[in-house]
Protein backbone atom coordinates (compact mmCIF):
# COMPACT_ATOMS: atom_id res chain seq x y z
CA UNK A 1 0.00 0.00 0.00
CA UNK A 2 0.96 3.65 -0.77
CA UNK A 3 2.20 5.35 2.18
CA UNK A 4 0.23 8.41 2.97
CA UNK A 5 1.46 11.58 2.54
CA UNK A 6 3.51 13.97 4.45
CA UNK A 7 1.53 16.22 7.06
CA UNK A 8 1.59 18.58 9.76
CA UNK A 9 -0.44 19.01 13.04
CA UNK A 10 0.13 22.21 15.35
CA UNK A 11 -1.33 22.75 19.21
CA UNK A 12 -1.18 24.52 21.74
CA UNK A 13 0.32 23.11 24.64
CA UNK A 14 -1.62 23.29 28.00
CA UNK A 15 0.16 26.13 29.58
CA UNK A 16 1.27 27.98 26.52
CA UNK A 17 1.23 31.57 26.60
CA UNK A 18 -0.51 33.73 23.81
CA UNK A 19 1.20 37.42 24.26
CA UNK A 20 -1.44 40.04 23.02
CA UNK A 21 -1.53 43.28 24.72
CA UNK A 22 -5.49 43.66 24.70
CA UNK A 23 -7.62 43.61 27.39
CA UNK A 24 -10.36 41.55 26.34
CA UNK A 25 -10.51 37.73 27.05
CA UNK A 26 -12.58 37.02 24.23
CA UNK A 27 -10.44 38.74 21.63
CA UNK A 28 -7.19 37.00 22.80
CA UNK A 29 -9.58 33.82 22.47
CA UNK A 30 -10.63 33.79 19.13
CA UNK A 31 -6.79 35.72 18.09
CA UNK A 32 -5.31 32.73 19.65
CA UNK A 33 -7.76 30.15 17.74
CA UNK A 34 -7.08 32.65 14.10
CA UNK A 35 -3.26 32.24 15.07
CA UNK A 36 -3.48 28.29 15.28
CA UNK A 37 -5.38 27.60 12.01
CA UNK A 38 -2.75 29.94 9.89
CA UNK A 39 0.26 28.63 11.17
CA UNK A 40 -1.07 24.91 10.56
CA UNK A 41 -2.47 26.04 7.43
CA UNK A 42 0.80 26.98 6.39
CA UNK A 43 2.62 24.12 7.61
CA UNK A 44 0.26 21.89 6.01
CA UNK A 45 0.55 23.43 2.48
CA UNK A 46 4.61 23.06 3.12
CA UNK A 47 4.60 19.45 4.30
CA UNK A 48 4.04 17.68 0.93
CA UNK A 49 6.30 19.33 -0.69
CA UNK A 50 9.68 19.13 1.73
CA UNK A 51 8.84 16.03 3.83
CA UNK A 52 9.32 12.36 2.71
CA UNK A 53 5.61 10.23 2.25
CA UNK A 54 4.28 9.09 5.61
CA UNK A 55 6.28 12.11 7.37
CA UNK A 56 4.01 13.95 10.22
CA UNK A 57 6.20 16.90 11.50
CA UNK A 58 3.86 17.82 14.77
CA UNK A 59 4.26 21.23 16.71
CA UNK A 60 3.42 21.78 20.18
CA UNK A 61 3.45 26.13 20.96
CA UNK A 62 4.73 27.14 24.06
CA UNK A 63 4.42 31.13 23.74
CA UNK A 64 3.33 33.09 20.75
CA UNK A 65 3.63 36.83 21.12
CA UNK A 66 1.71 38.85 18.74
CA UNK A 67 3.30 42.19 19.16
CA UNK A 68 0.50 44.32 19.87
CA UNK A 69 -3.25 43.32 20.33
CA UNK A 70 -5.92 43.02 17.84
CA UNK A 71 -9.00 46.11 17.92
CA UNK A 72 -11.99 45.87 16.50
CA UNK A 73 -11.97 48.02 13.19
CA UNK A 74 -15.46 49.19 13.38
CA UNK A 75 -18.42 47.99 11.44
CA UNK A 76 -18.26 50.31 8.59
CA UNK A 77 -15.30 47.87 7.37
CA UNK A 78 -14.85 44.76 5.44
CA UNK A 79 -12.24 43.75 7.92
CA UNK A 80 -13.16 42.42 11.44
CA UNK A 81 -10.47 43.53 13.14
CA UNK A 82 -6.85 44.98 12.57
CA UNK A 83 -3.71 45.05 14.60
CA UNK A 84 -2.04 47.82 16.94
CA UNK A 85 1.58 47.64 17.29
CA UNK A 86 4.41 49.92 18.87
CA UNK A 87 8.08 49.91 17.78
CA UNK A 88 8.88 47.70 20.54
CA UNK A 89 7.21 44.87 20.04
CA UNK A 90 8.76 41.71 18.52
CA UNK A 91 6.68 39.13 16.67
CA UNK A 92 7.39 35.76 18.34
CA UNK A 93 7.08 32.13 18.39
CA UNK A 94 8.35 29.41 20.68
CA UNK A 95 7.16 25.68 19.92
CA UNK A 96 9.00 22.17 20.17
CA UNK A 97 8.54 19.67 17.78
CA UNK A 98 9.23 16.51 16.24
CA UNK A 99 8.84 14.45 13.19
CA UNK A 100 7.77 11.30 12.98
CA UNK A 101 8.44 8.88 10.21
CA UNK A 102 5.93 6.58 8.34
CA UNK A 103 6.28 3.79 11.05
CA UNK A 104 5.63 6.49 13.64
CA UNK A 105 9.00 6.75 14.81
CA UNK A 106 11.07 9.94 15.88
CA UNK A 107 13.27 11.25 13.34
CA UNK A 108 14.16 14.79 14.35
CA UNK A 109 13.35 17.00 17.22
CA UNK A 110 13.62 19.92 19.12
CA UNK A 111 12.75 23.33 20.48
CA UNK A 112 12.44 26.67 18.78
CA UNK A 113 12.65 29.96 19.77
CA UNK A 114 11.82 32.86 16.52
CA UNK A 115 12.21 36.18 16.79
CA UNK A 116 11.25 38.75 14.22
CA UNK A 117 11.49 42.22 15.55
CA UNK A 118 12.29 44.15 12.44
CA UNK A 119 8.61 44.50 10.76
CA UNK A 120 7.78 47.23 12.63
CA UNK A 121 11.00 49.21 10.81
CA UNK A 122 9.31 47.98 7.68
CA UNK A 123 7.83 50.18 5.29
CA UNK A 124 4.00 50.74 6.65
CA UNK A 125 2.50 50.39 3.14
CA UNK A 126 4.12 46.64 3.39
CA UNK A 127 2.24 46.34 6.29
CA UNK A 128 -1.18 46.11 5.03
CA UNK A 129 -2.34 42.86 4.42
CA UNK A 130 -5.30 41.08 4.16
CA UNK A 131 -4.06 37.00 5.28
CA UNK A 132 -3.96 36.40 8.47
CA UNK A 133 -0.61 36.49 11.19
CA UNK A 134 1.27 37.40 7.61
CA UNK A 135 4.45 37.70 10.03
CA UNK A 136 4.19 34.52 12.24
CA UNK A 137 3.06 32.64 9.01
CA UNK A 138 6.67 33.96 6.86
CA UNK A 139 8.81 33.12 10.45
CA UNK A 140 6.80 29.34 10.77
CA UNK A 141 7.92 29.00 6.84
CA UNK A 142 11.37 30.17 6.78
CA UNK A 143 12.20 28.09 9.55
CA UNK A 144 10.13 24.78 8.29
CA UNK A 145 12.10 25.67 4.80
CA UNK A 146 15.60 25.84 6.00
CA UNK A 147 15.46 22.74 8.23
CA UNK A 148 13.20 20.39 5.90
CA UNK A 149 13.44 21.97 2.26
CA UNK A 150 16.43 21.05 1.12
CA UNK A 151 17.77 19.84 -1.94
CA UNK A 152 18.21 16.31 -1.15
CA UNK A 153 14.78 15.15 1.20
CA UNK A 154 16.38 11.78 1.42
CA UNK A 155 18.47 12.87 4.70
CA UNK A 156 15.05 13.66 6.61
CA UNK A 157 13.30 9.55 6.38
Given at each position: AAAAPADAKLAFKKDAQFIE???????RKESAKRLKSALEDELKSAAPRCLNE?????????????A???????????????RVVKNSWVIALTFDFRLLDADKKVVDRGSVNLRDSGFVGS???????TES????????????KARYCAADKSKSS
Open positions: ESTDRLIGQLLELALSEVNSGWMASAGANTTRSDVDPADRIVYPKERALLTEWF
